[in-house]
């Protein structure tokens, strides 16, 4: 399945149903739009897109009947037939058409003399197949949507027109499918995160600035507070740096070469001196790590930091907390002699297994990343990628965890394991990474004293336990459906009087609740009681303690949970019933 320039070919009978319903969307779209000018239609996750450049702008409003012409293409059997001709043939076909794009892509993308062509009634397309053998084999898809990409992703080139759909082989997966896409978009964390207010985004402040409300701002200190207690616990020392440093910090630790599109632009001042938003903690904690010198009885040095990074993500990309220019990450650095590594390493997967398994992440697995054959994209010696791979898989096999190999997805400095996430969505991303690294600290001269008194430069393991506030907030606003657990929820427990005469009894259990660190409010807005009920329930709050005369003079409260169960308590016993669950931070 592979348009020339795409990935590589496979026999996966559905990914080639689905490329092949790309080109019967290309098909519909040249027969609607006689000048539209088409781009590339791989098949992707679920379905796949096809990217065009209209002369008229085109909306989701079109894609039905553009889809109903799909149909018909389908209904009518037409082989999908390949051709293979000469380069000049190749390039005669296209200019006939007026198709640059595909004239581009034989100047830049084939080799020889032979252009291999695949052909479905009058529609033609530059294609190594492999494809079905007629339209009327594709009989479950569906368009979703239109967005903006650039040509060949690049954004100095033409933006079009990306239609994405769906295919799959019987209309019962496409309707599951459906199905779970509109579950899916109930939980999207940008509609449920404007609901609850947890989140915000305004262009005043700027694209990808995420602004935590109040409730998010509850959720979030939280999660640090928890975060912070378990590393304290693990020997962690934290520290508070600055979100500048000087440009040729980055210089130094080799950042700014590879990254230098995705940081921002520096600061200049009248004095000279260049300022940069950092990108990443590491070179401001390896600077904290050589205020004093260590000995080796000081390693393993454990810095960590809630740190706030800045990535220039493009435009396009941005989405909702998921993408974004400014985050915060769990990040420290493990400053360590060369036999500490695996039991640092050991250690950090431990702690991130802990704090998904805490805030129920399940479906998640290990990623080894290793380095490709492109040895100039890869700093350091055969020797120190050997040794530091090795440890790695160590730590993962003494602690009998199953991992795919990430051939290529290693940092510049080292290989890494990755924690590949998959979300409600189904979308996988890289949530967190440990990471072994022998070139920083090289660069950085940085040292410590050894048991013989020589000078040696330490490992520096890079290690992410929870990720990025941002992303993980987002997960957690999917996963849970907002239906956070009790010690994550923004309001823990609503007391409800049931008349005026209650008001003086429901601020007591409030106060008594709030006592023991709860967050409490007390609705005595002049609302009816189901009125009441149902706004709460919409929050989504873990408890109701609703109270009338009876409860009052017994000092109890009447309990109505999420789940909408009932049940009468003394308010002692509700009080540490709640605390405890918080305390434990049960799910
Ligand atoms: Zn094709
Ligand atoms: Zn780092």
Not at 114 to 138: A, I, M, N, Q, W
Not at 143 to 167: C, M, N, S
Not at 345 to 350: C, P, Q, S
Request: proline letters at 4%.
């Amino acid at each position: 399945m592979s348009h020339y320039g795409d990935h590589e070919a496979t026999d996966d009978p559905l990914q080639t149903l689905r490329h092949s319903t790309a080109h019967l969307l290309a098909a519909a779209v040249t027969e609607l739009y006689p000048d539209a000018k088409y781009g590339i239609g791989p098949a992707v996750e679920d379905g796949f897109y096809y990217d065009f450049q209209f002369s008229k702008p085109i909306s989701e409003s079109d894609l039905p009947a553009i889809e109903s012409r799909m149909r018909r293409l389908a209904q009518a059997d037409i082989p999908f037939v390949k051709e293979v001709v000469s380069r000049d043939q190749a390039i005669d076909e296209f200019r006939k058409r007026g198709q640059d794009f595909k004239l581009e892509l034989i100047a830049d993308k084939v080799e020889g003399d032979e252009v291999s062509l695949y052909r479905t009634g009058d529609f033609l397309d530059l294609c190594r197949g492999p494809h079905v053998r007629s339209t009327k084999e594709l009989k479950a898809f569906k368009l979703l949507r239109v967005a903006g990409a650039y040509w060949r992703g690049d954004e100095k080139k033409p933006q079009l027109t990306r239609i994405y759909g769906t295919a799959w082989m019987t209309p019962r997966e496409l309707d599951d499918y459906m199905k779970f896409l509109e579950e899916a978009e109930k939980r999207d964390h940008k509609k449920l995160g404007k609901e609850l207010k947890i989140f915000a985004l305004d262009e005043r402040v700027g694209l990808g600035q995420v602004i935590w409300l109040p409730n998010g701002a509850t959720i979030r200190r939280e999660l640090e507070r928890w975060i912070v207690d378990e590393e304290l616990r693990r020997g962690y020392r934290h520290v508070i740096t600055p979100h500048l440093a000087k440009l040729d910090l980055y210089k130094q630790s080799g950042h700014w070469q590879l990254y230098h599109d995705t940081m921002y632009p520096p600061i200049h001042f009248e004095d000279g001196e260049e300022l940069e938003l950092r990108p990443m903690n590491c070179p401001h904690h390896i600077i904290v790590y050589g205020q004093e010198l260590h000995s080796y009885r000081d390693l393993p040095v454990r810095i960590a930091e809630l740190g706030q990074n800045y990535r220039l993500e493009k435009s396009g990309e941005l989405m909702g907390m998921i993408r974004v220019r400014s985050f915060n990450l769990n990040d420290a650095h493990i400053f360590c002699k060369p036999n500490q590594v695996i039991s640092e390493v050991r250690g950090a997967i431990e702690l991130a297994n802990h704090f998904m398994k805490v805030l129920g992440v399940e479906d998640y697995s290990y990623r080894l990343s290793v380095r490709d054959e492109v040895k100039t994209k890869w700093s350091g010696t055969d020797e120190e990628w050997e040794t530091a791979e090795a440890m790695l898989k160590e730590a993962l096999e003494s602690l009998n965890l199953p991992y795919k190999i990430g051939v290529g997805d290693a940092a510049f400095y080292g290989p890494k394991i990755d924690f590949q996430v998959r979300d409600a969505h189904r979308r996988e991303f890289t949530n967190n990474t440990v990471q072994v690294d022998y070139q920083l600290p090289k660069k950085f001269e940085l040292e410590y004293v050894a048991e013989d008194g020589s000078r040696r430069t330490p490992v520096l393991v890079h290690r992410g336990a929870f990720g990025a506030f941002e992303r993980m907030t987002a997960y957690l606003i999917e996963q849970y459906a907002g239906a956070f657990p009790t010690w994550l929820h923004p309001v823990q427990i609503v007391v409800i009087p049931i008349t005026d005469a209650q008001h003086e009894y429901a601020h007591l259990v409030a106060e008594r609740l709030r006592g023991l660190r709860l967050r409490v409010e007390v609705d005595d807005r002049s609302e009816k009681m189901q009125r009441k009920i149902r706004d709460w329930q919409a929050q989504k709050v873990p408890y109701m303690a609703i109270v009338g005369p009876r409860e009052a003079e017994e000092e109890h409260v009447n309990i109505r949970d999420r789940a909408g169960k009932q049940v009468d308590s003394t308010l002692e016993s509700f009080a540490s019933m709640v605390a405890t669950e918080v305390a434990e931070r049960r799910r």
